[in-house]
């Protein structure tokens, strides 16, 4: 069964092929995360930070970074994916998961991959009511499980490039002044081209899309909590209302006036 509810989804997947038959994107998004990575050969990246995968490993991915997952090999591929709101979990339980927990080996006889072999269990046998209750329950455990847990392995992931790990840093720290990539490869000394290649080769993004990318998630977080869109987009750097309406809706398939009001999201 897969589940997608507006705060809620789940999504099991196996692919026999999956360098033919999968589409994996990369993206960015205002919600956590969790992938159980159950066979195959793979890779993840989170921003400038990649990891190599192996069975039982679990990705903890955070809001507002960007992220895909690479196919090493045509090897069978299998996987549990969870999405969730922030409201869905405590806060209090997520901030004990350490930041530089992003992906975590789970023993084989473990607490957590127990806990996802139940989830698939409840997912086959209940109909889709009934498995969202359970669900929200046992993500919850979980990250109990994960603040408790002396059998999880962390794992160490390697950096992309030193050149992009400073221009992502140099991107964060500037996004809403940032005027231009030619401003970006300047600070660097380098010229737009290579940027843009650094970017395509290793994130598979251009440094503009990466830009308004993590300014569309900011913007939308603003709108959530209350603001006019119509003053949201100079603070969040965009020129002119008329390009910032057209990528939002693009990125997220509606207008920034549709947006649902969600005061319960933290700055």
């Known amino acids: 069964m897969n589940l997608n509810l507006e705060k809620l989804t789940y999504n099991h997947v196996v692919f026999e092929n999956p360098l033919i038959n999968s589409d994996f994107k990369n993206h960015s998004h205002n919600v956590y995360e969790l992938l159980f990575f159950i066979k195959g050969e793979a890779s993840y990246v989170i921003e400038n930070r990649k990891y190599g995968l192996k069975k039982n490993d679990l990705v903890f991915i955070r809001p507002n970074l960007y992220h895909y997952i690479e196919i090493d090999s045509?090897?069978?591929?299998?996987?549990?994916?969870?999405?969730?709101?922030?409201?869905?979990?405590?806060?209090?339980?997520?901030?004990?998961?350490?930041?530089?927990?992003?992906v975590v080996n789970c023993a084989q006889n473990g607490v957590v991959a127990e806990i996802f072999g139940r989830m698939n269990y409840y997912a086959t046998n209940l109909n889709e009511s009934d498995f969202a209750c359970v669900l929200e329950s046992l993500l919850t455990e979980i990250f109990y499980a994960l603040s408790l847990s002396t059998d999880e392995i962390l794992n160490i992931p390697s950096e992309i490039s030193p050149l992009l790990t400073k221009v992502l840093k140099y991107i964060s720290d500037n996004l809403f002044t940032i005027t231009s990539v030619k401003e970006i490869s300047d600070e660097f000394f380098v010229t737009e081209q290579y940027l843009h290649r650094i970017f395509q080769t290793q994130l598979k993004i251009s440094p503009k899309k990466y830009l308004n990318a993590k300014r569309l998630l900011h913007a939308q977080k603003l709108i959530q909590r209350g603001k006019k869109p119509v003053d949201v987009y100079v603070e969040c750097g965009f020129e002119t209302y008329v390009g910032f309406y057209k990528q939002y809706v693009n990125t997220f398939g509606y207008s920034p006036s549709k947006e649902k009001s969600k005061t319960y999201l933290k700055p």
């Open 74 to 102: 045509n090897a069978e591929y299998e996987r549990i994916n969870i999405s969730f709101d922030p409201t869905v979990i405590k806060s209090e339980l997520i901030k004990k998961i350490p930041k530089e927990m992003e």
